[in-house]
């Protein structure tokens, strides 16, 4: 009987420890995956960026990219890689000489290894923003097509039409001199590059089934980053995480061409390392293979050979399948590996005369842990409940909370998947209020009067935008913003916003002889297009900008307190269905002289009059 406890106590601790490693490994692998996630999420809010804007410069993708850069470790460069025709070359190379950059030309490699103008192709990929700047300087206008290793990369992501992770590939003073794979492995120079391809028709859209696929004439380019894994492990795997062990992260996709030689015990190409027992170490750099055999049978398993022992992970990184391998040192096995439950087993069974007893008493004492551990789960479980149901009720009022800042479709994406909104609209029509002589009110009341009495009118008004359908932007002091055509599209929208504006002036009449007060409001319309969106990363607020906007504005503060002076834009829409007087033209900041026109009311309110002293020619 002591025999078999032994075996089996000995059992149970080799797969005590295979648990723990297993566990640990899993951690650090799901640790890893979240940071290259994020960097890659960076990678992908840039791309949509580049989507959503029709004219990026220099300096503009300078401060875009400096967050990512200087939070995200893997991220070592970002660049912006157009696609450039050969009947646009000159043009393109022209414009750059003309923005500060008078060197620049679109460039290759010749057989020597030196920077040289490129020859003529059908189009070009140059490098023409990079960041950091400093050290890279001289790759600016380098076309990466121009090489195989670069341009199956480019490739690939357009056959995708998704990011991608290339395969380790030579870099730095491989592009500016001529370098060897070899010379580039031995002097640390690999990296992956990170590939997200850009398009033209790539606008989003509520309804996905909308959404056309893009074809290769809409490739506007890429943004490429450059991806050096080996910074995680040297910032994230300090300390005691991983003490007494090494950690080996291992390419093993299909697509690598790198594992084409890899024969039947190879364990794909090493991307990053970290080793503990640096005194014993081998001569190990990104680009080799991994040093050890595996089996690839099992998502994780425990690897036990003559030489290494220790656990496999795979983690799936965008296109790429890496393996993790946390391997056991010597001084581990000397101070974890030690089976002294075993062996105690064994001499307690031995001294043990007793053997019914003791089976008794562990037996008892095995029954008391598991009710004690029963009771504990169920209180847990009560617990996890009643924490859930909270949780189930903050949920609920956050998202009231966000529908009562947000437009309902905006917040959706947004929950979706957070970052930078941005959505164009053709034609919309802005108001602007603002309520004359309310700061010599504000001088003869109190605060929370004045507060309580500016409530009274804002919620006049927000009840009037909803029930125009129109979306409220913000307020301004005693000023007012409020939008038609966005973000659902509508073609009344003029019509709305000046039912809305008649509207708000018979509310502050209402408001005037309820409190005794000589409010007048001055309203501004003007019809065009804008951008719509959300920036920021707290507080978030949905926004408009344009020139239509300013426009608006101005069409408000150029008018006359009492009237709804609108521009010409927005008359042209109403005309036939409104009774306006014209203004004329005035003198707008910014603008020059403009012709505007006071909107008066709805034709529809007119009674036509009847001329009772003249017949009608009309018997019927």
């Not at 081998?282 to 220790?310: A, D, I, M």
Request: net charge negative; hydrophobic share 40%.
């Amino acid at each position: 009987m002591s025999a078999i406890a032994f075996v089996l106590v000995w059992n149970w601790e080799n797969r005590r420890r295979d648990y723990e490693l297993s566990r640990r490994t899993e951690a650090i692998a799901n640790t890893l995956q979240q940071e290259l996630n994020s960097d890659l999420e960076a990678i992908r809010t840039i791309g949509d960026f580049f989507t959503a804007s029709t004219d990026i410069d220099e300096s503009s993708f300078q401060r875009l990219v400096q967050r990512p850069l200087s939070q995200h470790l893997s991220i070592e460069a970002l660049m912006w890689v157009p696609r450039i025709s050969d009947r646009q070359r000159y043009d393109y190379e022209a414009n750059f000489r003309e923005q500060g950059n008078p060197d620049f030309a679109i460039k290759e490699k010749n057989a020597q290894g030196q920077m040289v103008l490129s020859s003529e192709q059908l189009e070009y990929f140059p490098i023409s923003y990079i960041q950091p700047i400093s050290k890279n300087h001289p790759i600016l206008g380098f076309n990466l097509a121009s090489q195989e290793i670069y341009r199956q990369g480019l490739a690939a992501a357009a056959q995708k039409q998704e990011l991608i992770i290339t395969e380790l590939v030579p870099w730095e003073q491989s592009v500016i001199a001529k370098v060897l794979p070899e010379e580039a492995r031995a002097a640390n120079d690999l990296r992956a590059f990170a590939i997200q391809p850009i398009y033209h028709n790539q606008a989003q859209s509520q309804d996905s089934a909308n959404v056309s696929e893009p074809s290769k004439s809409d490739l506007q380019g890429y943004i490429v980053a450059i991806l050096r894994v080996q910074n995680l492990f040297d910032e994230k795997l300090r300390g005691s995480v991983v003490k007494n062990m090494n950690l080996y992260l291992c390419d093993v996709s299909e697509n690598n061409t790198q594992n084409d030689a890899k024969t039947a015990d190879d364990s794909g190409i090493l991307l990053a390392f970290y080793e503990s027992d640096k005194s014993n170490s081998k001569l190990v750099v990104p680009g080799v293979s991994c040093p050890f055999t595996e089996n690839n049978q099992k998502r994780y398993e425990f690897l036990e050979s003559e030489e290494y022992q220790g656990v496999r992970h795979t983690i799936q990184i965008a296109n790429q399948s890496w393996n993790l391998y946390l391997m056991l040192t010597e001084e581990y096995r000397e101070t974890e590996i030690k089976h002294w439950r075993s062996f105690a087993t064994l001499m307690i069974g031995l001294l043990w005369t007793l053997i019914p007893v003791t089976y008794m008493v562990t037996s008892m004492s095995r029954t008391a842990q598991i009710e004690k551990l029963a009771q504990e789960r169920t209180q847990q479980a009560e617990q996890l409940k009643q924490a859930l149901q909270q949780l189930e009720i903050e949920q609920k009022n956050s998202e009231l909370l966000l529908l009562n800042v947000l437009p309902e479709p905006i917040a959706k994406r947004l929950k979706e998947k957070p970052g930078i909104i941005a959505d164009s609209f053709d034609s919309v029509t802005i108001l602007f209020a603002d309520i004359v002589g309310f700061t010599k009110v504000a001088e003869r009341i109190s605060a929370p009067k004045l507060v309580e009495l500016l409530n009274e009118i804002f919620s006049a008004f927000d009840e009037l935008a909803i029930h125009h359908g129109l979306e409220k932007i913000k307020t301004i002091g005693d000023a007012y913003m409020v939008v038609g055509g966005l973000p659902v599209e509508r073609p009344d929208h003029a019509v709305a916003i000046a039912e809305m504006a008649l509207d708000m002036q018979e509310a502050i009449a209402r408001i005037d002889i309820k409190h005794r007060e000589a409010f007048c409001m001055r309203i501004g319309i003007h019809t065009g297009p804008v951008v719509a969106g959300v920036i920021g990363t707290n507080k978030f607020i949905y926004d408009l900008w344009g020139d239509a906007v300013n426009l608006a504005s101005r069409m408000e503060s150029h008018g006359i307190p009492g009237c709804i002076q609108v521009s010409e834009a927005t008359y042209n829409l109403l005309q036939d269905k409104y009774i306006f007087e014209k203004r004329g033209s005035i003198p707008v900041k910014g603008r020059g002289d403009m012709t505007t026109y006071l909107l008066l009311t709805n034709k529809k309110h007119i009674v036509p009059s009847v001329d009772k002293s003249r017949p009608s020619s009309n018997p019927s």
